[in-house]
Structure formats: structure tokens, C-alpha cells
């Protein structure tokens, strides 16, 4: 039997831009809608569901934030903002109203496609219920509540193990700083970011093969965290956007109304330690 293509759709009002990422997404194997306004892009997602969602900020009829409320008002699928908004309160905003992730303009079309397969790989997980995952050397067993590093069990502390699970169930996806101060430690540390930091370098402690150097535990710097799978997200090298804003072979260069091109993603350098905490956490 054939396997059913992934679909994707994609809403930003510049045609330049849909026609790099059609593109992109084509070469990668997925099925393209596109829509250019807030409207249409309600419409198609309502009318004929995909499996991902790419959204632009910048839409002519109404602001891209408002087309994601909408959305996550009945829809858990996959969904990354695409904007040339680079403020970090932006970033945290987006992402507490419920997008998967959020990619900076100018972006590299390979990795919005990893980006990309990571989202719809957490919602996969999170419909099947799987018990196990894996990020390189890292598994976690949800159901025995078991951590082990190169098949050696790992010994975590109770709020360890609670702030790797939930950076676990959402892998791949930036989880917001109070997203995670909430569930662990409760509402009333929301601000007590400091706490992260002494927890993550714990953490990197015991599952990373260099701590100061992380490859699994990723720090976005004023947003949040991510866990990052391992497995690569495609077969197929896409087009990438160049860095002096030429075109890539095979995909026209996307440019903004003032010439500048659209297109590197949400990367912050990962980085660790606990300066500036004045205080400590409560016990683990």
C-alpha cells in the first residue's frame, strides 16, 4: 500500500515566499495548500485539515497571532510561526498561545524542515502514547519513570526527572521558561528563572557527553528550552536560502518589500550554568 504523503499548509502573503517554501516541503515529500490571508487560512484548515501548519505574522487582513488563537481554540496540529519578529518577548508570546515553535526570518529551508518533522514527530508520540523515546544516547522510559544514558540507568532526583519529562513531551519544540517553572515548581517561582539554570546544568551533568558543549539539552536564550531527537528529519537536501541573498539552485530567492531576503531559524546558543541565581531552588 502507498504510503499518504504529509501535507502542509502554508500562509504568508508574499507568493515569493510560498513558492520557496512549496518547494522546499515538495522536494521533502509533503502535499502543499497554500493561503495568502488570515481568512483562507481558517478556511483551509477548517475545510481540508493538514498534517503541519507554517504561519506568517504579517497577514493583510489580521495579525498571524490571531489566526493561531483561533486555531488552538479547536486544533492540536503542528504549527510554526515564520517572522521576521526577532524580540524575544515575541518568541514567548507566540509560544504560550500555543505554537510548536517559531523560526526567524531570514531562515535556511533545511532546518525549518527539521524543525518541522520534530513537531509532527511530537504529536505522533503524543497520539500513540509511546512509552519510550530516544535522543541519542538518552532513552526515557515514561512508564518506569527510568532514564538511561548508553543503556546505564541514570539516577535523577524527583524534579530532574519532572523538568526532563516535560522538555521530553514536547522534544524538539522550544518549552517556554515559565511554561516549566509552573509545572514544577508551581505558579507562585514564575519568576524564579534561576531555578532553570541550576536544574539544567544538573541535568546536562548526567546526560550529556560534554556539559559546557550540549547536544541534546538546548538553551534558547531568553525563551526556553528544547530536547533534541537525534534521528535526521529527511533524505532529501532541500534548497537552502544563500547567505549573501541569492537564489538557491532550483527554488527562487524570497525577498521582503524592502529587498532584503526572507527566509536562519530559532537558534540559540545552548548554554549552561546557574549565574545570577541568588538564591536556591527548593529540594529536590
Request: aromatic letters at 6%; a negative charge.
Given at each position: ?12 502573503d ?16 509533503f502535499t ?5 490571508t488570515?481568512a ?5 484548515a477548517?475545510?481540508?485539515?493538514s498534517?503541519?501548519?507554517i ?6 487582513d489580521?495579525?498571524g ?5 483561533r486555531l488552538r ?5 503542528p ?5 521576521v519578529?526577532?524580540?524575544?518577548a515575541?518568541?514567548?508570546r507566540?509560544l504560550?498561545?500555543g505554537a ?5 526570518k ?10 518541522a ?6 504529536q ?7 512509552p519510550?523515546v530516544?535522543?541519542?544516547?538518552l532513552s526515557?522510559d515514561?512508564?518506569a519513570r527510568?532514564?538511561?544514558?548508553n ?5 535523577l ?6 523538568l526532563?519529562q ?6 524538539g519544540n522550544?518549552?517556554?521558561?515559565q ?8 505558579n ?5 528563572t ?6 539544567v ?9 560534554d556539559?559546557?558543549?550540549p ?10 528550552y ?11 537536501a532541500p534548497?537552502?536560502v ?6 538557491p539552485q532550483?527554488?527562487?530567492?524570497p ?9 536562519g ?20
Amino acid at each position: 500500500m502507498t504510503e499518504i504523503p504529509s501535507s502542509v499548509l502554508v500562509v504568508d502573503d508574499e507568493v515569493q515566499i510560498r513558492r520557496f517554501l512549496r518547494t522546499g516541503f515538495e522536494l521533502d515529500g509533503f502535499t502543499v495548500q497554500e493561503a495568502e490571508t488570515g481568512a483562507e487560512a481558517l478556511r483551509a484548515a477548517t475545510l481540508k485539515p493538514s498534517d503541519l501548519v507554517i504561519l506568517d505574522l504579517n497577514l493583510p487582513d489580521m495579525d498571524g497571532a490571531d489566526v493561531l488563537e483561533r486555531l488552538r481554540a479547536w486544533s492540536t496540529v503542528p504549527l510554526i510561526v515564520l517572522s521576521v519578529r526577532a524580540n524575544e518577548a515575541e518568541k514567548v508570546r507566540l509560544l504560550e498561545l500555543g505554537a510548536d515553535d517559531y523560526v526567524v526570518k531570514p531562515f535556511g529551508m533545511a532546518e525549518l524542515l527539521a524543525r518541522a518533522h520534530s513537531a509532527m514527530r511530537r504529536q505522533l508520540r503524543a497520539s500513540r502514547g509511546e512509552p519510550v523515546v530516544k535522543f541519542g544516547p538518552l532513552s526515557i522510559d515514561f512508564a518506569a519513570r527510568a532514564v538511561f544514558i548508553n543503556d546505564q540507568r541514570v539516577t535523577l532526583t524527583p524534579k530532574e526527572y519532572r523538568l526532563l519529562q516535560i522538555l521530553a513531551q514536547h522534544s524538539g519544540n522550544v518549552v517556554t521558561h515559565q511554561f516549566l517553572l509552573r509545572e514544577v515548581w508551581g505558579n507562585e517561582h514564575l519568576d524564579d528563572t534561576h531555578y532553570l539554570r541550576i536544574f539544567v546544568r544538573k541535568l546536562r551533568r548526567k546526560i550529556e557527553a560534554d556539559p559546557t558543549q550540549p547536544s541534546i539539552l538546548l538553551t534558547e536564550l531568553g525563551v526556553g528550552y528544547r530536547l533534541v531527537m537525534s534521528d535526521p528529519p529527511a533524505n532529501v537536501a532541500p534548497p537552502q536560502v544563500a547567505p549573501g541573498g541569492g537564489p538557491p539552485q532550483g527554488a527562487q530567492n524570497p525577498q521582503d518589500p524592502h529587498g532584503g531576503p526572507h527566509g536562519g531559524a530559532l537558534g540559540g546558543a545552548a548554554r549552561g550554568g546557574a549565574h545570577g541565581a541568588s538564591s536556591s531552588p527548593p529540594a529536590a
